[in-house]
């Protein structure tokens, strides 16, 4: 499967973002997908998980602001982000794999597939 993720940008602090992933190959359906921020000089960190049966779980540190959907139709997956600020700043990766247990979504590395990453910039 590969995945596409797009919608990054510069927003303002308290503004509002959509980050998109779409999947190509495999529907996404048959797959956990999870977003994952990566800022400079720090390690990659988890943001929240879709998985396959429909549970849904974020990082404290997103939790109430960020908010995680699927489009089974369209193949994607979605992270609204709103409340915005500037620590948010971060390249924002989707991932997918078809395995993960809830004790295994924090790592990235027990995560399969890859998007690109789209950068995220939150001005104060």
């Known amino acids: 499967v590969q995945l596409q993720a797009s919608g990054g940008g510069l927003v303002q602090a308290g503004g509002s973002l959509r980050l998109s992933c779409t999947a190509t190959?495999?529907?996404?359906?048959?797959?956990?997908m999870g977003w994952f921020r990566q800022a400079p000089g720090s390690e990659r960190e988890f943001v929240g998980v879709?998985?396959?049966?429909?549970?849904?779980y974020y990082s404290d540190s997103v939790k109430g602001r960020f908010t995680i959907s699927k489009d089974n139709a369209k193949n994607t997956v979605y992270l609204q982000m709103n409340s915005l600020k500037p620590e948010d700043t971060a390249v924002y990766y989707c991932?997918?794999?078809?395995?993960?247990?809830?004790?295994?979504?924090?790592?990235?590395?027990?995560?399969?597939?890859w998007g690109q990453g789209t950068l995220v910039t939150v001005s104060s």
């Open positions: 991932a997918a794999d078809s395995r993960l247990i809830l004790s295994s979504i924090y790592n990235h590395d027990n995560y399969d597939y």
């Open positions: 190959g495999r529907t996404s359906s048959t797959f956990t």
């Open positions: 879709s998985f396959r049966g429909g549970r849904i």
